[in-house]
Structure formats: C-alpha cells, structure tokens
C-alpha cells in the first residue's frame, strides 16, 4: 500500500513468549505465546475539547526485557515530557507504564494510559475489582452498549482463546467504555471517570504516573488462517441508495461543476444547514445546484429556535427526500428530540411543504444508541452518521472500522424498529466535533469564500484521494448494507474530503461509489466478511448477478464467494484493492 494510506512504520518487539508491534507511540498487538491479550496501550493527552496533543517519540531504547519510548507532546498548548515503557517482570508477566511531566500548567480532559480490549472479547466473562477489594462479576458486551460497561477499576480478569489474564491498573480510577460506538474495534479502559468534573489542571511539574501489570497464563488456540478467504452471499431486500454530501469547501467550485447528476447517481445530496450561522442559505443554494433530491438537516438556532419557519420556506420548489432538525446544546444535543420534530413540522404545515421527517442523531450511532429513547413517535426513517476516525488516525483503525460498521448498522436498523435506516454522511474524519467545550467557530460572511462546517475545522484525511479508499468505501458498504438501511451517504461531492478534487478531476473513489450506486434498489447479495479485511456484496440486475469484492488486507488474497443458489466465483484481489464480477 502506499504511503499516504498507510500510518507509518511497524516495528516488532519480542522478549520470551510476549511480543508487540511498535506503532508510532503505540503498544499494539500485545500478545503472549501468539495470542492477542490487549489491542493496544498508550499514552493520550487530550485538551478541554478532548482533541488529542501528538505525542512525538524521540527516543527508542529497546532490551530483551524492555522497550522504552521517550516522548514529548506536541500541540494544543500541551508541554509533557517523559516515558512510555514495555518491561517484562517475570515468566506470563509484563508491566506498562507511563511517567510524563507537564512543563507549564495545562487544562485537560485526560491525560495517561488508555488500554483496548480486542472486539473477540465480546460476551467472554469479566470480573472487575473495585478499588474497596470487591469484585464485580460481569461480561464483556455482546451488543453494543450505550453506557460504561465497569465503573471503579482496579484490576480485571478473563479467559479467552486459551489464555488468562489479570490485569491490575495503578495511578488513578480506571473505567471501561464500549468504543464500538465509534466503530472503534475495541472496548476501551481508561483512566479519570467521566463522572469528575473535566477539564482538570496539571500544575507546572507536575506528574502523571500510572501503571497497568499484565499477568497471563495457558497456552494461547487459535484455527490457522485459511489460504483462501471463502465468503457466501444470500440474496435479500433492495441494496440501499447512494447519497453524497453536499461540499462544505470554500467557493470557487470547479470548473466542471459539482458531482454530475445521472440516472443513479447521487440518490440525494445531503446537507447540513446550522440557523445560526449567516451562510446557510448560500449552503443550500449549492446543494440544490446538483438537481438530486436534497436531504436536508437543520441544526437549530438556539437563541431563536423560530428561524426554522424561514429556513423550511427556503425548501419550496425544491425536491426534498427526507428532513429533520437538531438542537445544537442542552440535554438532546444533536438530537432530533420531539421538540425539535415538533417545531420542523410546525414549519412544513405553515410552508405547505409535504416532506418525509426523519430523526435520529446528528452525530455518531453513540449518541443513538444512548438516547434514541428521546426520538418522538411518527417518524418516517431513522439517522445518524459514522466516522473510522474519531479515536485514532491511524490506518490499522481505518480498516478494522469496517466489522464494527457491521456491528453498527445491524444494532442501528434493530433501534429503528422497521423504519428505513438513513446512514451518513460518512466521511474519514468527524464533520464536527460533537464532545466540543467551547463553541465551533462560524463563517464570518454570507457566501462561501471560506466554506462552511467542516471546512472549519481540522476534518481533511490526506487519504481522501489515495487510490485505496475506493476498496474501502466498497467494503464499508458491504458491512453497511444490511437489510434495513435505505441510504448510505458517502464524502462530499467536491473538495478536500470530495469525491471530485478542487479541480474538478476524479479522485479515485469516485469510481467506487458509481459501482455501488449502479447496484441501487437491485435485490441484494450480502455475506459476512471471513476475516474483517476481505468483503464482497452483490445484487441481481437484468442482466445478472453483478458482485463487487474488496481486500483491505497488505497482500493480494485468493477470494472464493459462493452466491447462493447460482454460483461460485474465484478471483484474485490485489491489496487494497476491489474488483467488479
């Protein structure tokens, strides 16, 4: 794969039977005797709005017995300096530790060792000692769950795939968070509770030293990876339709013009409106310009939640394919609650506007799945978007988002609760910064000179136009076709996080979302993938079946897909790349 696709280098660190993969400043991969025991340890420094400092190694010492990161952070108004250390304490056991010190006072919302837990725990038992010495007995989460899953960790415990493993932690109160929500492939520990008052202050000179000692035992199982990667497709309902988003990119648009309308493609053009700011009426005038049906989502004016009457008016004469509207603070924040609805419909009946009303959640399937009891009844479809990159950069998460993606949809559509399920916008990184604790900055004028929403703020992924998005966007739709979902909206139509760059040339997934979108109401064909990295989704045309197959892996992969009742194909996939049957 190339370089801009990837994170950067891998090294591997062996001592006796544990071993782990350097990442950057990351632990990744830790396992004993073969076996992966945690995802990944390392250290985080997070400001008051939960943006992450970078964390610069300058130093590697690597032993037998230990691997030492010296570090200092980089951003943000962070100043620490210290180590992130890998030591092994004995036979089965291994220690990692942190010891930074803040340079200058710093206001932060977490700041030490976070720790993940591989998705392959879920439903395995788990027994967590409290810092009192009583020990809860529970289990790793099978569903995705909207709360913390343990609170008040000292130390946890499980067996799986033939190992177990103690885990003691020190330094501060630790506690657990499922960051599937996210699409993260992992459930997280981490340390300071949510509960305490954040952002907290380290002091000049201070210091943050935590440790977490690992104590394994058994000798690790696993089935031997299969030389070809064997998928089954069953037919089922019509494969969602293909949306984009509307670019939030600063004004000029290209030369060609905004992403071409044809007969499939795009499905709608998603669009994101905030009342308060002073060009959103500019905003939808460019959506329009593409000729697609709009999806039209309103963020609310807080201070003067009335202005949603103008802004429904500016709809007429427009084709619209669904609406709803968002607060942007209080106790639904980003959530279409039945205040919200209530004031949209209000709207449309004094407009004479007669618009599918949608709800759900502005931001991620989290804050779905935690307060979709807020959602009113009557609704005609359920939303909420998806990013892989909310926790990490990294590329390793950009691709074992894919499997949680599955996880998501397949919980999102059980939520709905037979209503059509309205996925998007997906995009590489967040189009806002929902955890935010101070305001996201406004355009300063009326037009688009400078763009709009996430064109304010730090939301461009240099791999928007790599050549190896467009096998991931084809297996991201595979996970994410699952029977329920109506629509998946993917990136903006032009732009840094377009389909089409500034200068009106293709990026190259462009070419995957045309596939995908030529597969639109067709019956679908949908599998599981075998291992997280190889996808396939199919879907009977006149013509016949038309499959796509996708390898996320860093080799080329034999790929046997079985459709049911018709067909084998073999085929070979290069990595990080797709190919039409």
């Not at 250290?43 to 230990?66: E, F, H, P, Q, Y």
């Not at 603070?329 to 609805?341: M, R, W």
Request: charged share 20%; aromatic share 6%.
């Amino acid at each position: 794969m190339g370089s801009v696709w990837n994170s950067g280098p891998v090294h591997e660190w062996r001592s006796g039977a544990w071993s782990l993969e350097l990442r950057d400043d990351e632990f990744a991969d830790i396992a004993y005797d073969g076996g992966i025991v945690l995802r990944s340890v390392c250290a985080v420094v997070r400001d008051r709005n939960w943006d992450t400092a970078g964390l610069v190694v300058d130093r590697v010492d690597a032993s037998d017995i230990a691997l030492t990161l010296h570090v200092h952070s980089e951003g943000l108004g962070a100043d620490m300096r210290g180590i992130v250390r890998a030591e092994v304490r004995g036979p089965g056991r291994l220690r990692v530790l942190t010891d930074l010190e803040s340079a200058s006072e710093f206001a932060t919302n977490r700041t030490g060792l976070v720790l993940l837990h591989p998705p392959a725990l879920a439903g395995a038992e788990l027994h967590v000692r409290h810092a009192d010495g009583a020990v809860t007995h529970s289990r790793f989460p099978a569903d995705i769950s909207p709360h913390q899953p343990a609170f008040d960790i000292a130390g946890l415990s499980w067996a799986h795939s033939g190992l177990d493993v103690d885990l003691r932690l020190a330094g501060d109160v630790f506690e657990m968070e499922d960051q599937r929500n996210w699409t993260d492939a992992s459930y997280k520990t981490y340390s300071r509770p949510l509960a305490l008052p954040f952002p907290y202050t380290l002091d000049a000179g201070e210091r943050v030293v935590q440790t977490i000692d690992i104590a394994v035992t058994g000798t690790a199982s696993g089935a031997p990876a299969h030389p070809v990667a064997r998928i089954r497709l069953e037919e089922g309902p019509p494969l969602p339709a293909i949306g984009v988003a509307a670019s939030t990119a600063p004004d000029p648009a290209p030369p060609v013009g905004a992403v071409s309308r044809d007969s499939s493609w795009p499905a709608s053009v998603l669009v994101e409106l905030d009342l308060a700011t002073r060009n959103w009426r500019a905003a939808l005038a460019r959506a329009a310009a593409s000729g697609a049906p709009l999806d039209v989502r309103f963020v609310l004016d807080e201070a003067d939640p009335s202005r949603i009457g103008e802004a429904v008016h500016s709809l007429r004469g427009l084709s619209v394919a669904r609406v709803t509207a968002f607060w942007p603070t209080g106790p639904a924040q980003h959530l279409s609650d039945s205040g919200a609805i209530a004031l949209l419909r209000r709207a449309l009946d004094e407009a004479g506007l007669d618009a599918a009303v949608v709800g759900g959640a502005r931001s991620h399937f989290t804050e779905l799945n935690r307060e979709h009891h807020r959602l009113p009844g009557g609704l005609d479809g359920v939303v909420f978007s998806t990013t892989p990159l909310f926790h990490s950069l990294s590329g390793a998460q950009l691709i074992e988002a894919i499997p949680m993606q599955r996880l998501v949809a397949t919980q999102g559509v059980r939520i709905a609760a037979g209503l059509p399920v309205h996925i998007g916008p997906i995009s590489l990184r967040p189009h806002f910064n929902n955890v935010a604790t101070t305001p996201p900055p406004t355009p300063p004028q009326d037009d688009l000179g400078e763009g709009y929403g996430p064109a304010l703020i730090d939301s461009v992924d240099p791999r928007q136009s790599a050549p190896e998005l467009a096998a991931w966007t084809v297996a991201s739709a595979a996970a994410l076709a699952v029977p329920g979902v109506s629509t998946l909206t993917y990136f903006e139509e032009w732009g840094l996080r377009g389909v089409i760059a500034t200068d009106g040339s293709a990026l190259p997934v462009l070419d995957a979302v045309t596939v995908l979108a030529a597969l639109s109401g067709r019956p679908g064909l949908r599998g599981q993938s075998p291992d997280g990295l190889v996808w396939a989704l199919g879907g009977r045309t006149d013509d016949g079946d038309t499959l796509v197959v996708a390898n996320l892996d860093g080799r080329r992969r034999a790929v046997e897909v079985e459709v049911e009742g018709r067909r084998t194909y073999r085929v070979d996939v290069s990595s990080a790349g797709f190919v039409r049957l």
